[in-house]
């Protein structure tokens, strides 16, 4: 699992190890991994270093120090380094090697570039791009809408102009292809908008991970975490045993969300699905396998309940979800349930659950549930959520967060737009309800759930623009390849 530090933490961390070494030393070792990816990325993508042509874009701290010491290592491997300050003062001593190196100062960003550094600015970033600094970016930007392979932008620790610790972006910020970040991800690289101006992001290791005691403020699971949680069936192991989901979603008006949510809880790993509601000849037609009740109270036993999506807000949805509340099981909600949450009158019935809570927003049913949007920190939002309601919140978006009560939060790193269609929220309830009763702790099946609905979404998308229902389809495969293969 990836962890994401705050910059107060990077920077104590900083200061410790700083303490060992002599002056320089992790600039020098920052500086030497960004050289050898620019180097790979020029070798890659244009033939080589030697007359490749590289712009410097230098701010005035130590972010754009490192970009400086790497310009001069690749001006002495014969790359044609020019450099634009953005700033009356430099890092001097790797502004002197530069010019030593054989690069040169510019006063604006030259027509023909093959790759841009950004060293504007890093972790001491303060507020939005300067105007000196926007107007650099906005050149390149240009030079890149007419020709799409050039110049490639590598950004130096962060892309300047994001906010670090959140992932915001509130202005104008680089977009880079590829970042390269010293001794520990940073929140921007890998949620909100920010991770999208990141690009591919590649950690060099300079010594910082043994002095960073705190916790991250953010995890990101990969594959091979998703693969070890997920519930495997053992040899003793029969349809109950392996765990019962119960889905108390849709109405004879929406069948659809029960059979998207059906769907998403087949592919899951219960052995075992149980059906409560007004949908039931929908889902008795398609899914024989499904053992239908109308109401939850008739439904049997289930290990976890999915309730909310189609449901309705009436008397009779009300009721539903209170019997849901009341099970001693956990429990999944969305859509409708969260609707019936706004008012508060079952905020004491939600609290008191032993068992764990799962509320699964988007944006607006987060802002109805909160009194505010998500806001630009959308971890730091997600993760109020989650305390006041007594509830795993999962926030879904382009990289969806995932926020315990405890103060853990998570983001997933598959999200795909191709997810943005309507009733993929249904596939992800159910089968994030099939690992729930499976037994899977609640955030890891928020997390695991998120991250193979990411996946079957970017799989149904290779096809065409894909609907729910072809993501509900890709689940199997995903499954089979990715976790169960890995
Ligand atoms: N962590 C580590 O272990 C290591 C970290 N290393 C590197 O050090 C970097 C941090 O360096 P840093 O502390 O010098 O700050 P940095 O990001 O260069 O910016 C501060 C300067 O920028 C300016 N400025 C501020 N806001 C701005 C804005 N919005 N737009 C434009 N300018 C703005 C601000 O100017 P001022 O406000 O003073 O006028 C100030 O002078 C880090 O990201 C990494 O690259 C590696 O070398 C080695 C190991
Ligand atoms: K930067």
């Given at each position: 699992m990836k962890?994401a ?14 303490a ?5 030393t ?6 030497a991994?960004?050289t ?8 890659d993508?244009?033939g ?12 005035a ?14 001006a002495r ?13 430099v890092?001097e ?5 530069l ?9 604006a960003?030259?027509?023909?570039v ?12 303060k ?13 390149v930007?240009?030079?890149r ?11 130096v620790?962060?892309?300047?102009g ?7 972006v ?21 949620v909100?908008?920010?991770a999208v101006?990141?690009g ?10 043994p ?11 990969e ?10 069936t ?5 349809k ?7 889905l ?26 149980r ?30 309940w999915v ?7 009436d ?5 539903e979800?209170?019997?849901?509340l ?12 969260l609707?019936?949450?706004v ?10 659950r ?5 509320v ?34 999962l926030?879904?978006?382009?990289r ?6 405890g ?6 790193p598959t ?5 943005a ?5 249904d596939?992800?309830?159910?089968l ?14 928020a ?13 149904a998308a290779?096809?065409?623009p ?6 509900a389809?890709?689940?199997r ?5 990715v976790?169960?293969?890995?």
């Amino acid at each position: 699992m990836k962890g994401a530090w705050r910059v107060s933490d990077i920077r104590s961390a900083e200061a410790a190890l700083m303490a060992t070494l002599p002056p320089g030393t992790l600039m020098k070792r920052a500086a030497a991994g960004l050289t050898k990816r620019v180097v790979s990325l020029l070798t890659d993508r244009f033939g080589g270093v030697y007359g490749r042509r590289v712009l410097l874009l230098v701010g005035a701290g130590d972010n754009g120090g490192d970009t400086l010491l790497a310009g001069a290592a690749l001006a002495r491997r014969g790359a044609a380094v020019s450099a634009l300050r953005l700033a009356d003062r430099v890092h001097e001593e790797g502004w002197a090697l530069l010019l030593a190196a054989g690069g040169r100062s510019v006063a604006a960003v030259p027509r023909t570039v093959d790759v841009v550094l950004d060293g504007i600015v890093g972790i001491g970033a303060k507020g939005g791009l300067r105007a000196n600094a926007a107007a650099a970016v906005k050149s390149v930007r240009q030079a890149r809408a007419g020709d799409r392979a050039r110049p490639a932008v590598v950004a130096v620790d962060v892309p300047s102009g994001v906010s670090v610790d959140t992932g915001a972006v509130e202005g104008d910020a680089v977009r880079a292809d590829v970042t390269v970040t010293f001794g520990a991800y940073k929140p921007a690289l890998l949620v909100g908008p920010a991770a999208v101006h990141a690009g591919i992001v590649e950690l060099v290791d300079i010594g910082l991970r043994p002095y960073l005691t705190g916790t991250a403020a953010l995890r990101v699971p990969e594959r091979v975490d998703v693969a070890a949680w997920w519930p495997r069936t053992g040899p003793q192991d029969d349809k109950y045993r392996r765990g019962v989901v119960g889905l108390a979603t849709g109405s004879a008006d929406y069948p659809g969300a029960a059979v998207l949510g059906v769907a998403g809880a087949l592919a899951g790993p219960t052995g075992y699905v149980r059906y409560a509601g007004s949908a039931a000849q929908a889902i008795r037609d398609r899914f024989p396998t499904v053992v239908c009740a109308e109401r939850v109270g008739d439904a049997g036993r289930v290990q976890a309940w999915v309730c909310g999506s189609g449901l309705g807000t009436d008397g009779r949805a009300q009721a539903e979800l209170r019997a849901v509340l009341a099970a001693p099981v956990p429990v999944c909600l969305d859509a409708d349930a969260l609707n019936l949450l706004v008012d508060g009158s079952l905020a004491g019935q939600l609290r008191d659950r032993r068992a764990p809570t799962v509320v699964t927003p988007h944006d607006r049913e987060f802002a109805r549930l909160a009194g505010a949007d998500p806001g630009p920190d959308r971890v730091e939002s997600a993760l109020q959520l989650a305390a006041r309601m007594n509830a795993v919140v999962l926030l879904k978006g382009d990289r969806t967060v995932v926020a315990t009560p405890g103060g853990f939060a998570y983001a997933n790193p598959t999200g795909s737009a191709a997810l943005a269609t309507a009733g993929t929220g249904d596939v992800l309830a159910g089968l994030l309800g099939s690992l729930l009763a499976a037994g899977l702790a609640a955030e890891l099946a928020a997390m695991a759930a998120a991250y193979v609905h990411g996946l079957a979404g970017r799989r149904a998308a290779a096809d065409g623009p894909p609907n729910a229902l072809h993501v509900a389809e890709a689940l199997r495969e995903t499954l089979s390849n990715v976790i169960i293969k890995s």
